[in-house]
C-alpha cells in the first residue's frame, strides 16, 4: 500500500541554520510528492511539490528532490528564520485519479532567535 | 474569493448526538476530502469525492457519513458522536488529480 514516514520531531534550530527534514515513501506506481505547511491555528498550505523522479520542487527557500532511486523526498532550506516556525507534512498523491493524499506523520520545527 | 470554507470553527458534542460538518468550495473543483488530524498521526483520509453524486471510503470511514449533491457542497456526518472522534478536521478540494490541495481551516471538534 502507499505510506509516508517522516523524521520524528519536534526539530529545534536557531536561526539562519541549515534545515533538513527527511520523508521516505512507500508507494506503486509514479506518485506526486508535496510538502504542506501548516502554520498554528490554520489549514494546511501546498509549499511545494514534484510529480515525477529528479524534479526538484522550490518555494520560499525550500527545496526538495523526488528520488525514486532512494524513494524520498527530503525537505531542505539553507537558512530558516523565526517564521518558519510550523508543522511541515510531507505527502503523496498516488497514481489512481483520485485526488487523495496520503500525508505523514508531521515535523514540528521551532526556529529561536 | 472564498476558496475553501468549513463551519463550525469549534464544536462541542455529547456521546450519542449527531452533526454534520460543512464544507464548500467556490473553485469549481471536483475533487473533494475528509480528513482528521490527530496528534502524532498526521491526517488520515475519512471519506473523498471525485464528482458530484460519487463517493468513496478513505482510511478511517467508520461513524462518518458523506453526500456530494453538488460540487460546491461536501458535508460530512457523524451518526452517532464518539469521543475518539474527538478531533480537528480538515475538508480539502483540488482541481484534479495530482494538483494542489486547497485545505478549509478546519473544525475543532470535542466528543464528552
Known amino acids: 500500500g502507499n505510506s509516508v514516514t517522516q523524521m520524528e520531531g519536534p526539530v529545534t534550530l536557531s536561526e539562519e541554520a541549515f534545515l533538513t527534514i527527511n520523508c521516505t515513501y512507500t508507494?506503486?506506481?509514479?506518485?506526486?510528492l508535496f510538502w504542506y505547511v501548516q502554520y498554528p491555528g490554520e489549514g494546511l498550505q501546498l509549499l511545494l511539490k514534484?510529480?515525477?523522479?529528479?524534479d526538484k520542487g522550490s518555494n520560499k527557500g525550500f527545496e526538495a528532490t523526488y528520488r525514486k532511486e532512494t524513494t524520498s523526498f527530503h525537505l531542505e532550506k539553507g537558512s530558516v528564520q523565526v517564521s518558519d516556525s510550523a508543522v511541515y507534512f510531507c505527502a503523496l498523491s498516488p497514481s489512481s485519479n483520485t485526488g487523495k493524499l496520503i500525508f505523514g506523520q508531521g515535523t514540528t520545527l521551532q526556529v529561536k532567535p | 474569493n472564498a476558496g475553501v470554507t468549513q463551519t463550525p470553527k469549534f464544536q462541542v458534542l455529547k456521546t450519542g448526538q449527531s452533526m454534520t460538518l460543512q464544507c464548500a468550495q467556490d473553485m469549481n473543483h471536483e475533487y473533494m476530502s475528509w480528513y482528521r488530524q490527530d496528534p502524532g498521526m498526521g491526517l488520515r483520509l475519512i471519506h473523498y469525492s471525485v464528482g458530484a453524486g460519487i463517493t468513496d471510503q478513505g482510511e478511517v470511514p467508520n461513524g462518518y457519513n458523506v453526500s456530494r449533491s453538488t460540487t460546491e457542497d461536501f458535508p460530512l456526518r457523524l451518526l452517532s458522536a464518539a469521543p475518539s472522534q474527538t478531533s480537528v478536521y480538515f475538508c480539502?478540494?483540488?482541481?484534479?488529480?495530482?494538483?494542489?490541495?486547497?485545505f478549509g481551516q478546519g473544525t475543532r471538534l470535542t466528543v464528552v
Open positions: 514534484a510529480t515525477k523522479a529528479d
Open positions: 508507494a506503486t506506481g509514479y506518485p506526486s
Open positions: 480539502a478540494s483540488s482541481l484534479q488529480w495530482r494538483t494542489e490541495a486547497f
